[in-house]
């Protein structure tokens, strides 16, 4: 069977990426069945005496939910439905509010919001918890039950209940579903030879629009390069390996994996035919980066060819594997960690900048008022203050490189 491995949360648009099969390491065979007759039993009996009659295979898909929810936040058992849609959303187009969502201390939690989205225009932010959907509790709610519910025609309306940091009350927010399209590279010139790269999310064509974006960036007369991986929620492992080898050099590693089992152990070095191994860069992060992000900010960060400005990020640092069962279900399974290359896991701790920049509370967007669904792009930029910094950090760069040519300027500017 073909499975597929995801570093991303469980979003409204799930992600994954292709890898080899992997094998199960067994338990002690007599425990298991002893165990497995104990299951049988109980079913039995609910089936014989429960109140009301249910089904054969809601009660075995309850099991199987109950479960894997023992396990951790991000394995999840995918019904017939929620599998074929996972199958078809690495494209950037699909139903929803464009949002991303994951399992924090078993609370509903909002890892980002698209931009662009309705999720984003609405106001939603990082760490937002959700409480209700539709006015039901989302306690003991999996997530691909709330990704459900979330989900629907474009043009009908969902309310969100929402908790926030700072907040003494929840607030709803009705927000209209779209066809989200992500168009995942946005690109502007700076001026002075900086180009700026915005990547929103790392799907299948996410490697070659930033390929395209930075060869024309150089045609332009690009000297630095400002990659911007704020409230960008992840995606596949693969388009986080084939970004990260546009910028170092052939062979180093990118990040590796590490499970139980043999194939799960894994390592990702650069194979780049065309890149920017000198370019002096700039990564902007923030606590919306995360899983595919991470990876590409640590890896740039261990081997010195960046240097990380912003907030701390998420910390999703697991590897999930999407396993298909024989009934069209699947299973959504932890089956993995992966580390940046000097080692380092983020899950939990999230990638810390090498100059921390704080957003000012009182410039944050509004938790009340909705985000204007357009806005001068450059303007945007000009009135950003980690952009701001992230382009002196790129002029003293320069100006280290200009006095001392042929040398790395991005390991003499980082702070002690």
Known sequence: MKKAFVIGSLL???????????ASKGADGSA???????????????????????????????????????LDAHSSFLDPDSYKEMQVETSGSFGGLGIE??????????????EGTPA???????????????????????LPDAVKRMRGKPGTKVTITVVREGWTEPKDFEITRE????????????????????????QEQSPGDLGAALEKASKAGMKALLLDLRNNPGGLLTAAVEVTEEFIDDGKLVVYTEGRVRNQNMRFSAHAKKSYPTLPMVVLVNQGSASASEIVAGALQDWGRAIVVGTQTFGKGSVQTIIPLSDG?????????????????????GITPDIVVEIPKETAPSAAKERPATLDPMEELKKDIQVQRALDVIKTMRIIEQQRPGQNPQARVRPQ
């Open 12 to 22: 409204v648009v799930l992600t994954l990426s292709l890898g080899g099969s992997v």
């Open 32 to 70: 298991t069945y002893e165990q497995l007759k104990l299951f049988t039993e109980v079913l039995s009996i609910v089936q014989n005496q429960y109140v009301d009659e249910v089904p054969p295979k809601d009660l075995i898909y309850s099991a199987i939910k109950g479960t894997l929810r023992g």
């Open 101 to 114: 969502i994951t399992l924090r201390d078993d609370v509903l939690t909002v890892v980002s919001p698209i």
């Open 120 to 142: 984003y225009r609405a106001g939603l932010q990082t760490g937002d918890r959700i409480v209700k959907i539709d006015g039901l509790v989302t306690k003991d709610m999996q």
């Open 179 to 202: 066809q989200i399209r992500v168009q995942s590279v946005r690109s502007h010139d700076l001026g002075g030879g900086v180009a700026y790269v915005k990547l929103r999310q790392f």
């Open 329 to 349: 279900s699947g299973l959504r399974l932890t089956t993995a960690k992966y580390f940046t290359p000097k080692g380092r896991s983020i899950h939990g701790k």
